[in-house]
């Protein structure tokens, strides 16, 4: 079974890909973080260091893009087959709000004919080749035929599907039949994304192994940076490597100029998952994500590790 890591901004940055890859790798590939170009193809410092060759050396990286006319789209893919990159990602999925109201991200499914309009300059115009990673619809999931009669006038390298609606965002059921009979439609490799948080969770990944090219890792894997592994029959998570794989990552926040305050915000952010992995830790959790200092910081992640309640068996659930 092929695994790829989903994008996930503010968390799978640079410095996390490939600390989790030499610490516990099993993935085919990492997707970066939505880039989001202004009208002329301009984007952020910061989102041009997370995707540069230099800074990806060891993995292999898709960078994905949050745009909605082909403009921008084709500007930064020409930037990127400079960099070197064969495949560029367009997100169809990011449920935000303000980014729907641009009508971008999700919110390109508001519109199936400009969603057409902007694939088909796209595609007749893009060096690299495309994958696109959708939501199955802004309300439902029905939706999802109307826009894969879209997605089949073109040569994707992949459909990766996030099998819930938009309205759903993060937390609705996963819609596993609708997943599989949009399979049949589908001439290019499809990829499963929704909720896989553990070895059972993928009681459905039976399901989905027998029927998707493979399944995309995200918050399960941010919570259980083993999970890849684990859904490849390698060992659970033991506390001593998420302890070691946790302060490279403090390290490498700093190293990279991030000041102790910042990095430790990064870290706070895969608190929010990792934490799951420490059952009845309220008050070390709280003690946690309340540090601010670098040193009360530092000695609440000791006190975590040292108060005996970390679980290889506890996985994320919302
Ligand atoms: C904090 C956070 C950041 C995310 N950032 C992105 C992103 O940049 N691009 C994207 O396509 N999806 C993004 N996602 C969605 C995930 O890639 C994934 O589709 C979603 O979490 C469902 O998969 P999961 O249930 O395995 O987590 C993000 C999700 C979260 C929770």
Sequence with gaps: MKLSFAPMEGISTYIYRRLHARFFGGVE?????????????NYKASARRDILPENNRDIRLIPQLLVNRPEPFISVARELAAMGYSEVNLNVGCPSATVVAKHKGAGMLMDPEGLDACLNEIFSRS??????????GMESTEEFPRILEIYRKYPLSRLIIHARARSGMYKSAVDISAFISALDGCPWPVWYNGDIFSPSSSGMAGLLRDNAAGLMLGRGAVADPALPRLLKGGPALEAEELKAFHDALLSAYLEAGYSPGAAIARLKELWFYMLHKFPDSRRESKQLLKAREFEDYKAAVSALFSGGKFSPESYFSQ
């Design 127 to 136: 060096p690299l080749r495309i994958s696109i990673k959708t939501r199955m």
């Design 29 to 41: 590939e990492y997707y970066a973080p939505f880039i989001a170009p202004d009208g002329k193809g």
